[in-house]
């Protein structure tokens, strides 16, 4: 059993995307509506192995090297109750953090890092962005880890035509 940590798009995407791995997928969320679309959020209600355990948080994590169990609570009844769980994820939202680039680098409107198209150029000579702080659509490691390697290979090139390498 899985355990998913959030009600909007990016918890209800998840959770679906889990679906493959997991028996059962369990969508933990402290209200009694989704904040997902609500195309995303009939998906969940659908899905034979998505359940959504209403008005319900997260208390801790239970295990050893990996994870055993979850202890979550009502906030209704404030009962605590515990699962046997193979796994957790967070979906709770994402806010690049940025805030602190914003007289540096050039943001877009909800605070990612600005880079030229195909690139991961921002608007400071010879510095590159590269995953969740550029990223708003994908936000997934292996998307983090190739703008990587692009900002790796971007930084070496302008280290190189700047007659540093």
């Known amino acids: 059993d899985l355990y998913v940590i959030g009600g909007g798009d990016t918890a209800v995407e998840e959770a679906i995307f ?16 989704l904040r997902a679309s609500e195309i995303m959020a ?9 359940e959504i355990l209403w008005n319900h948080e997260l208390v801790r994590i239970e295990g050893d090297t990996v994870v055993r169990k979850v202890v979550l609570k009502n906030v209704k009844t404030n ?11 967070f979906a709770i939202g994402h806010d690049p953090n940025t805030k602190f680039l ?9 605070d990612y890092i600005y880079v030229d198209s195909g690139s991961s150029r921002t608007n400071v000579e010879g510095v590159f962005a590269a995953g969740d702080v550029h990223d708003h659509v994908y936000r997934q490691a292996i998307t983090a880890a190739g703008y990587g390697c692009m900002a790796a290979m971007d930084a070496e090139r302008w280290l190189s035509e700047k007659g540093h390498l």
């Open 18 to 33: 889990l679906t493959k791995y997991g028996k059962k997928i369990f969508l933990v969320h402290r209200r009694e509506e």
């Open 102 to 110: 914003q007289k540096q680098l050039q943001l877009t409107k909800s």
């Open 42 to 50: 009939d998906r969940a209600k659908k899905h034979p192995k998505i």
């Open 79 to 89: 009962q605590e109750s515990t699962f046997s769980a193979g796994g957790v994820f």
